[in-house]
């Protein structure tokens, strides 16, 4: 089985036997800075390898149609379409990443979680006003108000 390690499986998880190919990007190598993690890396016959900008852009659409997007980091989404690329298990505790994932159809390992139960779609909501949002606001365009991201739909996994 090939996987696509995210920064926290290679900080901490102990046992990389079980896996055959391993991959990752460059920018999770280079958030690895615990001495630990990076003489695990230096043990690892792990492939670093960059993910094709389709791939990347492909990420980017779904993850806004989840309304994950503002919470995924660039790593996230490289270590997303590099799993895509690859055909490949994502090892993440990332319930983002999760979730896309799951919405892409890339198998996910968790680290020390149980993983997602349920697929989430989100939406903008104002606490203060009642008004529901486009994905991209940050503030409420009636009040002002901080906008939070809740739940538009939920479908449980099998």
Do not use: H
């Not at 190598?29 to 016959?45: G, H, Q």
């Not at 309304?67 to 090892?91: R, Y």
């Not at 990443?97 to 020390?112: D, S």
């Amino acid at each position: 089985m090939g996987v696509v390690l995210d920064t926290s499986a290679i900080i901490y998880l102990q046992d990389f036997r079980e896996f055959g190919e391993i991959f990752t990007t460059d920018s999770v190598i280079r958030e690895v800075k615990n001495r630990t993690a990076v003489m695990k890396l230096s043990a690892l016959n792990i492939k670093v390898m960059e993910p094709g900008e389709k791939s990347l852009n492909e990420v980017k659409k779904i993850a806004g149609k989840t309304g994950d997007l503002e919470k995924l980091s660039s790593t996230d989404l490289e270590v997303l379409a590099l799993a895509k690329e690859m055909d490949a298990t994502i090892v993440s505790d990332d319930y983002n990443v999760q979730n896309v994932a799951e919405k892409i159809g890339i198998k996910f390992i968790p680290v020390f979680s149980r993983g997602i139960k349920q697929l989430f779609v989100w939406k903008k909501y104002c606490p203060s006003c009642g008004k529901y949002s486009k994905d991209e606001l940050k503030e409420c365009p009636v009040c002002g108000a901080s906008l939070k991201r809740i739940p538009r739909k939920k479908v449980e996994l099998k």
